[in-house]
C-alpha cells in the first residue's frame, strides 16, 4: 500500500504539510535553508521538525525514497517547469509554453493506492534521489503529500495534461494500459488545452475532501479586447471557494489587482512572515525570500487553506498551474497568525516592492 510517510518514524499518514524556511532567517539570521515546519493528518499542532529536507529521513525524503525503491511494484510521473539537471542532462531544455507546474504522482494499480506531491520547488526532485540539494535552500517552499485511490490518480492526471500541461521530465509506467490518461500525461499524446479551468473534488484513503482547482492558458491569457488576463488566485480560486483570500507567492513584475473580474471577492498579498506569532520566536522574512505559494480563507465560517504552484502575477496568465485546497483549522489559523498583507488595496495592476 502506497502512502505518505510521516516525519522521522516513517509511519503511513493520510497527508502530510511541509513549509521549509528560507536561507538566513531566525534569532541570529543563520538558519541553513533546510529548516521546515511540518503538519500531518494525525497531528494537532505545526511543528519545527528536527532534522532538515537534507537529512534522508525527513517526511519528503522517506516519501521519495519509497517511491524510487521499488520500479517493479510502484510507478510515478514527474513534471516542473525548470526540469532538474543530470549528469546526462546538465542543462535541460525547459517549454515556457508548459504549465507553471511542480509534481509528483506516485501509484500503485496492485494496491489500488497512490500519491500525489505537489511542490514549489524548481529542479527538483532528480529521480532516484530524496533529498534537497543544496542549490534550492535559498528560498521558502512548501510541499504537500496526499494519498488517493488510483482512480484518483487517473483523473489527476488527465487534468495535468489538459488544463495545467505539466512539463514531464521522468516516468515510470508500470506496463499500464497505453490508453491510460498516465500515458497520455507522459506521450503527450491527448494535446488538446481546456479553454475553461478545472475543479476536481478528490477524497483522500481517509476520505478528507480535497478540491484541486487548476486552470490552462487558454482560460487565463488576455483575449484581444482585453490586455489584462486573468488571475487564478483572485479570479478562480476565491470565486470557486466562496471567500476573500490572503495569499503568498512568488512575485516578481507585475501583479494582478486585488479585485476579481465580477467585483465579488478580493485577494490581497502577503507581505511579511513571522513564526513568533505561532510559538517561534526570532524566525521573520519579507516575500521576496519566500518562493512558496499558498493562501488561505478570510472570514470566521471557513478554514480553507490553499497549496498551490503558481504565483499571483501577470506573467502566469500564459501558463497553466493549479493547487489543492482543503479545510483544515490548524494550517488556517497557523498562516493566519504568522501573517502581515499589504496596507494598501491595488484594484488595478501594480508591481509589489517587499
Known amino acids: 500500500m502506497l502512502s505518505p510517510l510521516s516525519n522521522q518514524e516513517g509511519n503511513p499518514v493520510d497527508w502530510w504539510f511541509i513549509y521549509k524556511l528560507p536561507m538566513k532567517v531566525g534569532p541570529k539570521k543563520d538558519s541553513s535553508g533546510f529548516e521546515f515546519l511540518y503538519l500531518d ?18 517526511a519528503l525524503g522517506l516519501t521519495l525514497e519509497k517511491i524510487f525503491s521499488d520500479e517493479k511494484e510502484i510507478g510515478y510521473v514527474a513534471w516542473n517547469d525548470e526540469i532538474p539537471p543530470t549528469p546526462k542532462n546538465p542543462d535541460p531544455k525547459n517549454l515556457n509554453s508548459k504549465g507553471h507546474s511542480k509534481g509528483v504522482l506516485a501509484f500503485s494499480p496492485n494496491t489500488n493506492s497512490g500519491l500525489y506531491l505537489l511542490h514549489s520547488t524548481p529542479r527538483f526532485p532528480e529521480i532516484g534521489k530524496s533529498v534537497l ?36 521530465y ?34 483522500s484513503k481517509k476520505e478528507v475532501q480535497f478540491k484541486h482547482i487548476s486552470k490552462s492558458k487558454k482560460w487565463s491569457e488576455p483575449d484581444k479586447v482585453d490586455s489584462n488576463g486573468k488571475d487564478y488566485w483572485k479570479d478562480l ?10 495569499v503568498e507567492t512568488w512575485r516578481r513584475g507585475m501583479v494582478f489587482g486585488d479585485q476579481d473580474e465580477k467585483d465579488s471577492k478580493t485577494t490581497e498579498d502577503i507581505v511579511d512572515i513571522d513564526l513568533s506569532k505561532a510559538g517561534f520566536p526570532g524566525f521573520s522574512w519579507t516575500f521576496d525570500q519566500d518562493h512558496s505559494k499558498w493562501g488561505f480563507s478570510c472570514d470566521n465560517k471557513s478554514f480553507w487553506v490553499v497549496i498551490a504552484d503558481i504565483n499571483r502575477q501577470v506573467s502566469q496568465d500564459k501558463r497553466g498551474g493549479g493547487g489543492l485546497a482543503f479545510q483544515n483549522s490548524t ?24
Not at 41 to 58: Q, T
Open 41 to 58: 493528518s494525525s497531528g494537532k499542532e505545526i511543528e519545527f521538525s528536527k532534522i532538515g529536507l537534507d537529512h534522508p529521513e525527513s
Open 133 to 168: 540539494p543544496e542549490n534550492e535552500r535559498k528560498f521558502g517552499q512548501t510541499y504537500i503529500c496526499i494519498s488517493l485511490e488510483f482512480d484518483e490518480i487517473s483523473k489527476l492526471a488527465d487534468v495535468i495534461q489538459t488544463h495545467i500541461q505539466g512539463q514531464v
Open 170 to 203: 521522468a516516468s515510470n509506467l508500470l506496463g499500464i494500459d497505453k490508453n491510460h490518461p498516465l500515458v497520455n500525461l507522459v506521450e503527450n499524446s491527448n494535446n488538446l488545452e481546456e479553454p475553461t479551468p478545472s475543479v476536481l473534488d478528490l477524497k
Open 237 to 246: 480560486v476565491g470565486p470557486t471557494l466562496d471567500c476573500d483570500l490572503d
Open 331 to 354: 494550517l488556517k489559523n497557523f498562516f493566519e497568525a504568522i501573517t502581515q498583507v499589504e496596507k494598501k488595496f491595488e484594484k488595478d495592476i501594480h508591481k509589489d516592492n517587499p
